[in-house]
């Protein structure tokens, strides 16, 4: 674990000049969603984010550690990756359930359903009912049914609740960086990028794309090979090998559902660049990762960021890149450029 010790040190950085600029202090989650047609929104709150997504939803709960630091962004960008249809599993016959497709809300009380198949019969039924347009409804006839859109690739929307009344699964093959694309080809103003997906492939995938961009990427992991120092095939280690500036990676136990790096971004770009670094920081809403010494060590041998508590507090550490750059070094030389 580290010690006082291991942080009390002079460090001389490259700090430019202040400089403010539009978009540069506004973060993107991108996640795999059909909760809005077009392909991304913008919020500038946290009650906006809960009109469009369950507080069980990905995109909600790193909203929240992106809007709930001491200092927060003026707003966010969610940016969607197209699911091509979406799965939903019933899981019980009590209550009602909640449909919404394009705008169009559907509730269909299942209490008197035999089992979760008849459930989705009524379900059918209710939507048949209602003329939806735009979608298609197919009962699988195991009690599950799948919604997609009419028109293969054409924008929509669709949500169900309560959360706690059915499993969802999106049906995606669109990639993560072509999806990254999609966004950016019609909102471009944001600079840090935050993902749902903490998958080795896609992390270097994303990774390689934002480091062509005047963007930086934050991600997370909770592989513990990345604290091995005789692991040489992990994704700390590749990101490092690789040499990558514009993209930062922590380790953490819960990285799947904590999204610590949404955290760590939602109190950082606030700051006025070349006023503070993103060494040593506390993450509001975020559990420490208690590490020992040697994997503490081998974190930081391959520029793996790590949140443990240090004299009572938890802080953030090193605050590098895949290269070892600092990040506010990146952020304000790419502003300054």
């Not at 400089?19 to 392909?39: D, K």
């Not at 293969?152 to 059915?166: C, E, K, M, Q």
């Not at 009572?312 to 990146?330: F, L, Q, R």
Request: proline content about 4%.
């Amino acid at each position: 674990m580290a010690t006082i010790s291991d942080i009390v040190e002079i460090n001389i950085s490259r700090e430019t000049s202040a400089v403010s600029r539009a978009g540069f202090n506004i973060p993107m989650f991108l996640g795999t969603h059909s909760n809005f047609p077009e392909r991304q929104r913008s919020y500038t709150n946290l009650a906006g984010v809960a009109e469009d997504f369950n507080s069980t939803d990905p995109a909600y709960i790193a909203a929240t550690r992106l809007f709930g630091q001491d200092i927060e962004p003026p707003e966010i960008v969610i940016g969607k990756r197209y699911a091509d249809s979406v799965d939903v599993s019933v899981l019980g016959t009590s209550g009602t359930i909640t449909n919404t497709y394009n705008g169009t809300e559907v509730v269909t009380d299942v209490s008197g359903a035999a089992d979760a198949t008849a459930a989705v019969g009524l379900i059918e039924s209710d939507f048949t009912a209602a003329s939806i347009t735009g979608i298609t409804f197919t009962d699988n006839l195991d009690g599950t049914y799948t919604i997609a859109p009419t028109t293969t690739g054409a924008d929509y929307s669709f949500t169900v609740s309560p959360a706690s009344a059915v499993n969802v699964t999106y049906n995606a093959t669109e990639t993560y960086v072509d999806a990254l694309d999609e966004v950016s080809n019609i909102n471009n103003d944001w600079y840090a990028l935050v993902t749902e997906t903490h998958a080795d492939a896609d992390i270097l995938s994303i990774a390689a794309a934002i480091e062509a961009r005047r963007k930086i990427y934050g991600t997370s992991t909770s592989d513990t090979n990345v604290l091995s120092a005789i692991s040489t095939t992990d994704v700390g280690q590749q990101l490092y090998d690789l040499g990558y500036t514009r993209t930062f990676i922590m380790y953490h136990a819960d990285a799947d559902t904590a999204y610590p790096e949404a955290a760590w971004i939602g109190g950082q770009l606030p700051e006025q660049p070349g006023s503070n670094t993103w060494k040593f920081k506390t993450l509001a809403g975020i559990p420490v990762s208690p590490l020992s010494t040697s994997q503490f060590n081998a974190a930081k041998d391959k520029n793996v960021n790590v949140y443990q508590r240090v004299g009572g507090v938890g802080i953030t550490a090193e605050g590098v890149t895949g290269s070892g750059e600092y990040i506010d070094i990146n952020y304000c030389s790419v502003l300054a450029a």
